[in-house]
């Protein structure tokens, strides 16, 4: 999964990256940390963990794709979306998107 910004300054800002989640997970509960089931990857901010939507003004768009794989990743955790999209090229079964809009 991956939780990105589009519409940051300068650049697609990432908030989240998640992966190797298994299948019967149905959701992330408030307070979520990750066990050795899922793994987190980096964000924008080079940390492994979710940063909330903060835009510095204006109303930002943020995307959560997720991902149904056939095989299981062999990343480490904090890799980057770049890597995750990179190891993912080629296992994707099908995939969701949610937008959701925020501002100040």
């Not at 190891?87 to 969701?96: M, P, R, T, V, Y």
Request: hydrophobic share 40%; glycine share 8%; net charge neutral.
């Amino acid at each position: 999964m991956i939780v990105d910004d589009p519409d940051a300054p300068g650049r697609t800002w990432v908030h989240w990256v998640l992966f190797n989640i298994p299948a019967n997970i149905r959701n992330l509960q408030e307070g979520f940390s990750a066990d050795s089931s899922i793994a987190v990857g980096n964000n924008s901010s080079g940390k492994s963990s979710y940063q909330g939507p903060c835009p510095p003004s204006g109303t930002h768009r943020y995307f959560f794709k997720l991902y149904a794989l056939d095989a299981t990743l062999s990343l480490s955790p904090g890799a980057t979306k770049e890597q995750l999209l990179k190891a993912i090229d080629g296992h994707i079964l099908a995939q969701a998107e949610l937008m959701g809009t925020f501002s100040k």
